[in-house]
């Protein structure tokens, strides 16, 4: 709103609004006043997109700090996790240790691979957790502060170019500054050469004595020069007065559009891919964390399979065979002169032999449907 009265303004890009048609001692200062205000602006704004460029930064280090931050957290709790998982290990250790007498037939049973399985793949999280915890804090944390580092470095690095690039642009501003105030010079001493030469020409005009207009003419002359010298020297500072101008839109247009986007692209080099890195870091650890898992399950799956309760009844049978072995037979031993070694039915018992052979049948059958069942 400052300066609608001189110049449109349009990222940083000024031009001439209005054509000075006379200039006079205030009209300069006041064209002074405002072409101050307007560097001082221009100062206020380029200072501005420093701080903003630097607010960034700092808004990337506190996101950086943040994830951080997280994975120092997440190395104690995956820490903690494997000492108690080391703890639980050992306690099974322990007391299969102490019950090593006891458990000694543990072996002829396919369950125990299972377990032994998975007490083993207890001990194998164990490194697991323990290798992640010293990569989120230890190798995590080391290589984010490094790219917090290189951050700060290229951000200062880059606020010194930008800041030399404000040196330039504020040097042909003082140019532009300069010009001004030497165009509006010659101008105004080319209209005071004019005015003067306009005047003795009247009064040469108005003079009818010959002798008198020669004594003029020498006059006259002199005037012309001044004035031939004074229009020279107005011309040429309006040409640099206008060049200076260019030269000032050229040079905010070039910053605006060229050096500021190359500017955040130095101050963002390597940033995301540091970050990627070193994120695909933890992922690659995850990764083989997920590897030796689906080992692990593909162990289990194989135990859960060989999981068999026939091969159990037989080895426990073969290593019991002692317990388990049936004794010799029965042999029936007869009385002297008894020669019969067969059941057999005689006529005076066949009838209750019948009876009894039936009932032992119905029996037998009752026994077999309660035994099915």
């Known amino acids: 709103v400052v300066y609608a009265t001189m110049v449109n303004y349009t990222c940083g890009v000024a031009s001439t609004k209005n054509n000075i048609r006379r200039s006079s001692n205030s009209q300069l200062t006041l064209l002074r006043k405002q072409t101050e205000r ?29 994830i951080q931050e997280y994975f120092k957290r997440r190395a104690d709790v995956e820490l903690d996790y494997a000492k108690n998982l080391d703890n639980l290990h050992k306690q099974i250790g322990q007391k299969h240790r102490a019950q090593k007498a006891r458990r000694e037939t543990w072996i002829l049973q396919s369950v125990y691979k299972l377990w032994d399985t998975i007490v083993q793949d207890t001990r194998t999280h164990v ?36 800041l030399a690039s404000h040196e330039d642009i504020y040097k042909v501003l003082n140019e532009l500054q300069s010009t001004m105030k030497t165009y509006h010079q010659y101008q105004s001493e080319s209209k005071q050469a004019e005015q003067k030469l306009r005047n003795i ?35 040429k500072a309006r040409n640099d007065y206008l060049m200076t101008i260019e030269s000032v839109n050229a040079a905010l247009q070039k910053y605006c559009l060229d050096d500021v986007p190359d500017l955040i692209d130095c101050i963002n080099f390597g940033f995301h891919t540091s970050v990627a890195k070193t994120i695909q870091m933890y992922l690659s650890a995850q990764e083989n964390i997920k590897r030796g898992r689906q080992a692990t399950i593909e162990t289990l799956n194989r135990a859960i399979g060989d999981l068999d309760t026939v091969t159990d009844k037989q080895k426990y049978l073969e ?41 032992m049948q119905n029996r037998l059958a009752g026994l077999k449907t309660e035994n099915d069942e």
């Open 201 to 235: 020409q009247q009064q040469m005009a108005k003079i009818k004595n010959i002798k008198k207009q020669k004594g003029m003419e020498n006059r006259v002359e002199k005037r012309q020069l001044k004035y031939t010298e004074t229009k020279v020297k107005a011309f």
């Open 127 to 162: 490194k697991y957790h323990t290798i992640m915890s010293d990569v989120c804090g230890k190798y995590m944390y080391d290589k984010f502060n490094e790219i917090a580092d290189d951050t700060r470095r290229m951000f200062t690095k880059c606020k010194s170019v930008g």
């Open 319 to 359: 290593a019991n065979a002692s317990v388990f072995t049936i004794l010799k037979k029965i042999k029936f031993e007869p009385h002297k002169g008894d020669e019969v070694t067969a059941v057999n039915a005689q006529v005076l018992i066949r009838d209750e032999m019948q009876s009894r052979f039936l009932q």
């Open 38 to 66: 307007y560097r001082l602006y221009i100062r206020f704004q380029l200072n501005e997109q420093l701080k903003c460029l630097e607010q960034r930064t700092e808004t990337q280090l506190i996101i950086l700090a943040e």
